[in-house]
């Protein structure tokens, strides 16, 4: 079965820096979706990248998948207290019992 | 208007007791999902439906019941409730079963004691 890892677990920066989350997969990735979530809130959708090297950005955050498509990366450029939550990738199965399959997520905390 | 909602928000009750989780979608979706997502925030598929039929039900204990009246709605009942039932539970909705953008409710968050 599909297994995406993310790394880091968490991660604490000062306002105004950049960062990355970084999600790999033991599989090619059919389709590689960034979800952030809030505490106590349902999960909303990034963005979704099905394309090797396909690059996507949103305000502050870009989200890239390799050539191979088995691994995404999520940048943030000057970080702010409103990008703090959880970020998760998730990897579509493909076929006709698509699911999504999750990492088990990047705690960010961003201090003003 | 909210497009995927679950109710309740909040759900407390005793072990062996049994509940019901309802979700709905305003989307026109024909395909929807519950997800649980344990204490280490590790969210994982429990069942899928497309056009009411189950598609997808993953290892999860006979006690969970999904039930789908029409396309609009997939409900969770959960019988005799156990401690390790405790956790948040996720609907969320899609089109089709090819990848695309899913939607996800806001979350119930059970508690069990």
Redesign the interface.
């Known amino acids: 079965s599909q297994e995406l890892e993310q790394s880091p677990q968490s991660l604490i920066v000062q306002e105004g820096k950049n960062l990355t989350i970084n999600c790999t997969s033991s599989k090619t990735l059919y389709g590689l979706y960034w979800y952030k979530q809030k505490y106590g809130e349902g999960l909303i959708f990034l963005m979704m990248l099905q394309k090797g090297g396909e690059e996507k950005s949103h305000e502050k955050i870009t989200a890239k998948l390799d050539e191979k498509k088995q691994q995404s990366s999520l940048h943030i450029t000057a970080s702010q207290p409103s990008h703090a939550g959880i970020y998760l990738c998730g990897a579509g199965s493909g076929g006709s019992n698509y699911k999504l399959t999750f990492g088990k997520g990047t705690l960010l905390t961003v201090n003003p | 208007d909210t497009a ?1 909602s679950q109710t309740p928000k909040y759900l407390v009750t005793q072990m062996g007791n049994d509940k019901s989780i309802k979700c709905e979608q305003n989307l026109g979706h024909d ?1 929807m ?1 519950w997800y649980k997502q344990d204490s ?6 429990m069942f ?1 439906y497309n056009n009411k039929e189950l ?2 039900n993953e290892t999860v204990p006979n006690r969970f019941s999904p039930k789908s009246p029409d396309k609009a709605h997939l409900n969770l009942h959960i019988n005799s409730l156990e401690l390790g039932d405790s956790a948040v539970y ?1 609907c ?1 909705s899609s089109q089709g ?11 119930t ?1 059970l508690t069990v004691v």
């Open positions: 995927v395909t999902y280490k925030k590790f969210l994982k598929i899928s598609i997808i996720f969320a079963l090819t990848p695309s953008e899913a939607f996800f409710g806001q979350g968050r």
